[in-house]
């Protein structure tokens, strides 16, 4: 683990070493190709509550559920490029609330969206803090307070001094390391539990947790969900939501500001929707047969941690350790940096000067870290929620306004202003209200929905009172304009291999989950030799629907790219 540290934070140094303008600090120079994008869409978004939130669900038995929404929330990567990612590409923002303020003509709308920032992004900040904290004291006999103190200053050291350089740089590594380690863990936990259909056979008859690998998971009275539909209604709203956070919130598209061009940032968003779509069903599948060897690891949270310390070689749970600190520090670095820009380019009125700006911009990343320590240090932990409290705010404050921002020419700098606002308010009341046991909200009335459906209606009502300025209405028009560079034959070529291969891999998925998730569960769930395999069973429905959303993806992508460049 120490080791893994000062790889990331010689990374770090060497990157930082070439900083020179606000560009190379804010956004890499405009220079990344399409595997640092896509490396730092997977890592910054992975963070501690795959590996530890998500796969502690798993391990209790709602791993399908994160299955479903992760089906569902991949097609944002694809969506929020081609329809909003490539045109803030294009407008060279240095951040995306910089590219609000410049589409709208409005200082207001870029510290609001600045603002949102900062309150999100630093919960999101104390969450993945809580997460690698944890790792460290699951593994070492420190306390608390030296964890989170060892975490903040490991994350912090190399994004005060590298900026978006070091970040995407470490963030590729990072990537590289948990995923392979990920595919590699999950094959020693299957082999010690006689191979792979021997462990799913023996999970879909597990009695400890009955229906720990069903298509709707662990359901009743003692859950959070009652039925296996409100279990499915909650995977859905929750992978729409998602959706739209990858598609359009701060940490995920503010990395295509970063692209080469927009054919990387339409690359990367192919890739990481496939990534996505494979790794989850890795770490899900993973925390799910450590039941076989422990069914009562507590917290569940640390189940990936147990199968690291005893489930597998040293030399691979010690890796597999490292790829969940790898995890969360890049996702704190890519908030920590995201914050410090907010302030210094979208929030404060500094003079345009590069020095200045820079001083400004890591003297916030510092305060905004001393005060995630102290709240670390105060409040109890509660990865879980703080998560799904501040990743979704975005989609519930910037869905409506970001993809109307490209696609609507009637939405008026007011109506922007104040649908940003209400879906923030709205979202902000509910989590409130439910967090203090007030109000216990139905799936239906689940606070992103209903913030994002508030955010919408606010921008109807109040833009058909406004006028559209000449500005804003020329901005608009020149995102529509494709460079011409954009236009090259060859580029384009390399391009439609992307949607090709998502097309590929979404059939081959859909196979593989049949013959081995599928087939293997229902045959273990026969009760008399007479009966055969159905195709109408849940889990085959699930098995065939996993890969569709890549295959739609990809004839998505194609027909875009053919009728764009």
């Not at 956070?245 to 080469?260: I, T």
């Not at 770490?283 to 690291?308: H, K």
């Not at 489930?311 to 520090?329: D, F, H, K, M, S």
């Not at 009637?410 to 109000?439: D, H, P």
Request: glycine share 8%; aromatic share 12%; with cysteine.
């Amino acid at each position: 683990m120490i080791l893994s540290v000062m790889v990331y934070l010689g990374t770090g140094w060497y990157a930082g070493r070439k900083v020179r303008h606000l560009d190379d600090y804010f956004v890499a120079g405009r220079n990344a190709p399409t595997l640092l994008i896509l490396g730092t869409l997977i890592a910054s978004f992975m963070s501690t509550n795959g590996f530890i939130g998500e796969a502690g669900m798993s391990y209790q038995g709602h791993g399908p559920l994160i299955i479903i929404m992760t089906a569902v929330n991949c097609m944002g990567y694809v969506v929020g490029a081609l329809f909003f990612g490539r045109y803030l590409r294009r407008s060279q923002a240095l951040t995306v609330p910089a590219f609000f303020g410049a589409r709208f003509q409005s200082q207001r709308i870029q510290s609001l969206a600045g603002f949102s920032i900062v309150v999100g992004l630093s919960g999101y900040l104390l969450a993945v803090t809580w997460g690698v904290a944890m790792v460290i004291m699951q593994m070492t006999d420190l306390s608390e307070p030296v964890a989170i103190i060892l975490v903040w200053s490991s994350y912090t050291l190399f994004t005060l001094y590298s900026g978006s350089k070091g970040v995407i740089l470490t963030d590729t590594l990072m990537f590289i390391l948990f995923s392979s380690i990920a595919v590699v863990a999950l094959s020693y936990l299957v082999s010690a539990n006689g191979g792979w259909f021997a462990s799913i056979e023996a999970l879909a008859v597990f009695e400890a947790k009955p229906d720990i690998i069903a298509w709707h998971g662990v359901v009743g009275p003692e859950t959070s969900w009652e039925t296996p539909g409100e279990a499915l209604l909650w995977a859905l709203i929750l992978g729409v939501a998602w959706g739209v956070v990858v598609a359009v919130s701060p940490w995920q598209s503010s990395r295509y500001l970063m692209a080469r061009n927009e054919h990387v940032v339409i690359r990367s968003a192919c890739g990481a929707a496939i990534t996505m779509l494979l790794l989850y069903l890795v770490t899900t599948f993973c925390a799910a047969i450590v039941n076989l060897s422990n069914p009562s690891i507590e917290p569940a949270e640390s189940v990936i941690i147990w199968a690291a310390m005893n489930q597998v070689p040293t030399l691979i749970g010690a890796l597999l350790v490292c790829g969940i600190l790898a995890a969360g520090l890049s996702s704190a670095s890519t908030f920590l940096s995201l914050v410090g820009f907010s302030v210094s380019n979208d929030i404060l009125k500094l003079p345009k000067d590069n020095k200045i700006q820079l001083r400004v911009t890591r003297l916030t990343m510092l305060v905004i870290g001393l005060i995630v320590i102290v709240l670390a240090l105060t409040l109890p932990s509660n990865i879980f929620w703080i998560t799904y409290f501040a990743g979704p705010l975005f989609a519930s404050s910037w869905g409506a306004v970001a993809f109307m921002s490209i696609w609507s020419s009637k939405i008026t700098e007011a109506g922007a202003f104040w649908g940003m606002a209400t879906g923030f308010a709205v979202n902000v009341a509910m989590n409130l209200l439910s967090l203090n046991n007030l109000v216990d909200w139905p799936v239906i009335f689940d606070p992103i929905l209903m913030g994002a459906c508030a955010s919408f209606l606010a921008v109807i009502i109040v833009s058909k009172f406004g006028q559209v300025s000449p500005g804003e209405a020329n901005y608009r028009e020149g995102l529509h304009e494709v460079p011409d560079e954009e236009q090259d034959g060859a580029t384009v070529r390399q391009t439609l291999i992307w949607p090709a291969s998502m097309i590929l891999v979404g059939v081959l998925t859909m196979g593989m989950l049949y013959f081995f998730y599928a087939r293997p569960y229902s045959q273990a769930q026969q009760i008399s030799p007479m009966e055969s395999v159905t195709l109408a069973s849940g889990e085959t429905l699930l098995a065939l629907s996993y890969g569709l959303p890549l295959i739609i993806a990809g004839i998505l992508v194609w027909k875009a790219v053919k009728k764009f460049y």
